[in-house]
């Protein structure tokens, strides 16, 4: 009879099979009260599911834990939501016909067939919402029943939709031998739909839900197949969640870095250039060498030395570091010699033969560099090295190419040519925990000027059960208690996740949260005890025998695109004084105060601010407004009666008031102050602002 072994690790005895949800009565009244499914050996189940073996269970409730809802709890809520609109919506268009509904990390959606009748819009969303309300309202439960396949496909084949006789081919394809569906409510009187399920008891349970737009789709994303609608909607536990949910997709629409970007003019992505290919225009170039003229100073202050690497390098460089033929898939095709090329042409050698050939190595050619550790192992092997002279801390902003599958390219997050804040460590063993260290402070530093408080590190260890990995396990035990060390100096919180280190050393990753809440995902700062294998790197120790250097491969911030992406966000585009393409705009009231306008500009730019002046005969207001919409963190308005006093009036963008009057070398000294400090001091102390 089952033995039901509990999170906790206690077991529960039963005389005969029992549901989830009588397992859940039997430990308390609140918990099957707040239980909306069960996860039997790991797998998501109804709470209805009959438990007949020996199995280990937990009861899936809505609470939040660590500040989230419990994500397998949104998922039966969202899959239950899905059907519920989408009786909703055969109760509102009848002749729609159904094709396939699945949740989604942030909601759900449903693929309907509106052919042969009148299409939706989101002016039907009201309805439909009320609707939706109204099935929620009735608390009907979500009831499984099951056919044998053949049965199964008879009653969907009389039923005339060929898009579920298709979704039930596949299950089967899959190894179904029953098909199941899910009625809301009674089967055989209430709306009912093929689905493997599982779902939440009843319709009651769905706390609050959206309908949020539409888009369209194709039947299996082919677009030479039937044209769909794609109705979107999300659902939470909770009122509170889904308000909460909703603000931060505003927020997230009014910072979308791609918006932001054409709006600012920072960045721009061109078809005749390439998908993926990020053209730095001169105010997005502007925020870049900023942030590289940041990241380089602190590397110098480390006794980091810079290197700079072709685009390019021989198939065999990359042969030997392992990166071809491995990651082929994720490469751009390599470039072949004039000379081959046309031996090839001449040979009549087939796609499929060069592919071969250049795996073999009898062709060579070139590859768009996918890294560039190889380029720096390189520099280090091309000269000797004593102990005394490591670590070797070769640093390089390097761009990569990799080949990233179209479809959703469009922003900076996904590119296929993109700059890495790189650098390669080269150090004896017995200076891998001080390196790491070095490494993990830059990091807070850059963090903290950006006010960026809120990241959490990973470190990857090696899975104590497998053998795949390279090195010593002494030093790779000393290599990960580093990493460790090196993680809570940073003072944030950190797991450690076993299995996460690839084959070749542990590894820190960073993951950022935005001032929205949102994780982003940015760098790593990583071990390698291989490539050094690989290359044969050496150094002379101190008993003159030649060792094994470790590598370090570090690009903490990920790649400058990346990065950048995520601060046009962070900020909504109102980069820090440092940060921003314009940095101060001078506003003349009228004709009366252009020269002493003039004078101002000239004074800002002789101090190295990026200083515009807005000579045209709008109003004030208005210029004010121009200035706004770039989002310029401050505009110097000046008139007549400034002139006379040497004045300025200075707005400091997103303050509604004035932050009231400067004098003129006070204000340019102030600004300067601001930028070169990285905004340490900032010239709205002097309002005490
Ligand atoms: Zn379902
Ligand atoms: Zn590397």
Redo the contacts with the bound molecule.
Sequence with gaps: MPRITLPDGSVKEFASPVTAAEVAASIGAGLAKAAVGAKVDGELRDLSAVLDRDCALAIVTPEKREGGADADALFLIR??T??VMAEAIQNLFPHVKLVY?PPLETGFYYDISFEGGKAISTDDFPALEAEMARIVAENRPFTRYELPAAKGMEKLRAEGSKFKVDNAERAQEAGSTTLSW?ATGTPGTNWE?L???P?VPSTGRIGAFKLTSLASSYWKGDERLDRLTRVYGTAFATKEELAAHLTQLDEAKKRDHRVLGRQLRLFHIDEMVGQGLILWTPNGSIVRQELQNFISDELRKQGYTQVFTPHIGKLDLYRTSGHFPYYRESQYPPIIEHDQLSMLAKEGCTCGELANRLEKGEIDGYLLKPMNCPHHIRIFASAPHSYRDMPVRLSEFGTVYRWEQSGEIGGMTRVRGFTQDDAHLFCREDQVADELLGCLSLVKLIFGTLGMNEYRVRVGLRDPDSAKYVGDPRNWDKAEEACRTAARTLGVPFSEEPGEAAFYGPKIDFVVKDVIGRSWQLGTVQVDYNLPERFDLSYIGADNQQHRPVMIHRAPFGSMERFVGCLIEHFAGAFPLWLAPEQVRVLPISEKSAAYARELHAALRAAGLRASLDESNDRIQGKIKDASDMKVPYCAVVGPRDAEGRKVSVRAFGTEANLGEIGFDAFVDGLAREYRSRGAETVRSVFGK
């Design positions: 899959h239950s899905a059907h509904g899910y739909d689905c493997r399920g779902h």
